[in-house]
């Protein structure tokens, strides 16, 4: 075993705090703050960062020019209530919806993720 503690995700991001705080009401989860770096930390210890990146162009998903590297996907009991929730918080619902089971929304950042049927 190399580590006993599972690692942290990193997104780039133009502002660490407000893509921070979107994230922290998605999962109420405890956010710490400092200048170009946000944590968001779960119950459970597994956390989430962000980091300040001048000139950040965000991911361009389905198209494979500026590839999404990667996405997070939230499992939820009812896609229209979480739907509703992420869009008042700042969420985009994508225009490319390629299945029925999960939805893919944009955070604030730009960066795709998914809210998944249970």
């Known amino acids: 075993m190399i ?3 599972f690692p942290n995700v990193v997104l780039d991001c ?21 200048d170009d770096w946000a944590e968001l930390e779960s119950s459970l210890g597994q956390s ?19 590839p999404q590297q990667f996405h997070l996907d939230f499992f939820v009991a009812d896609l229209d209530v979480a ?7 700042g969420a985009t619902k994508h225009q490319n919806q ?3 089971s999960f939805r893919v929304y944009l ?9 998944c049927v249970e």
Do not use: K, M
Request: charged share 15%; net charge negative.
């Open 98 to 100: 390629p299945g029925t």
């Open 14 to 34: 133009p502002d660490p705090a407000a893509l921070g705080r979107f994230y922290a009401e998605i999962v109420d989860g405890r956010l710490n703050l400092s």
């Open 48 to 66: 989430i960062c962000f980091q300040q990146v001048a000139d950040y162009n965000p991911p361009q998903w389905p198209n494979q020019e500026v």
């Open 83 to 89: 739907e509703a929730a992420v869009l008042q918080l």
């Open 3 to 5: 580590s006993s503690r």
């Open 107 to 115: 955070d604030p950042a730009g960066h795709p993720f998914c809210l």
